[in-house]
């Protein structure tokens, strides 16, 4: 089975579906250069099927190299405006099986909660901003556990089938993370943070990628694309290992 399947889910139609940007990028990024102030850049959304796919190889990814790369998580906005709503109305090509496609390239499970929603009365309501806000006060607010809390986000709602508009289904997970559930609220409120949600979305779309998940290796002013679709850890590894070595 390959790993590298080079699905994404496309901001521009909200669709995962095969990814037609092939990364045969070349290039070293820097010569002879230590590994200080290396950051891996994750183009990601907690609405993102293939980067519910992705996580735990990208967990294992940050342990195997925390030490030299620091990783980033930016969303993307996959559902947003006109693309906000039931999973019928907007993404019926999940309930049509495209979360087979993940489960079998990746190995992840969705939940049973989660699909039982899916084939049920359709509850949940797909809409990447308020878990793009959360996810921002906690970059705030706990520096470093962003991949940890996005990682959270995506199996709050594929595995444990949370409705992402509803700010009270996140406390657990909030709780979790370490952060008092009475503060998170009053901030997801704020203009501050959805303002800085609404940031993030803009900094994908000055990129020349669309498909999420999304990986770039930044070092100074200087990047290197390292895939845009599911990879595999050890493909990840390789790739990362001989760029940096």
Not at 78 to 100: C, D, M, N, S, W
Not at 111 to 116: A, I
Not at 152 to 176: C, F, H, K, R
Not at 186 to 200: G, L, Q, R, T
């Amino acid at each position: 089975m390959a790993k590298n399947s080079n699905f994404s889910c496309d901001t521009n139609t909200g669709i995962c579906s095969p990814n037609k940007h092939i990364n045969n990028e070349t290039v070293s990024l820097i010569n002879n250069t230590t590994t200080s102030n290396l950051k891996v850049i994750y183009y990601y959304d907690a609405l993102c099927g293939w980067c519910y796919g992705f996580g735990p190889d990208l967990m294992r990814f940050q342990e195997e190299f925390k030490d030299k790369v620091e990783i980033e998580v930016i969303s993307g906005g996959l559902f947003l405006g006109g693309r906000v709503g039931t999973i019928e109305e907007v993404a019926p090509y999940i309930k049509a099986g495209a979360y087979k496609s993940v489960e079998s390239t990746t190995g992840v499970k969705f939940g049973d909660l989660f699909l039982n929603d899916v084939f049920g009365k359709g509850r949940i309501i797909l809409n990447s901003l308020p878990p793009a806000i959360a996810l921002c006060i906690v970059k705030e607010q706990l520096p470093g556990k962003g991949l940890t809390f996005a990682e959270m986000l995506l199996n709050a709602v594929y595995s444990d089938g949370i409705n992402p508009v509803n700010v009270a289904e996140y406390q657990t997970y909030v709780s979790q993370i370490g952060l008092d559930f009475n503060v998170f609220s009053a901030k997801m409120k704020e203009d501050k943070y959805k303002e800085m949600a609404e940031n993030e979305f803009q900094k994908l779309k000055n990129t020349t990628y669309r498909g999420m998940p999304t990986l770039v290796l930044e070092k100074d002013d200087q990047q290197v694309h390292l895939t845009s679709g599911y990879l595999g850890f050890n493909e990840l590894k390789q790739k990362v290992a001989e760029l940096i070595k």
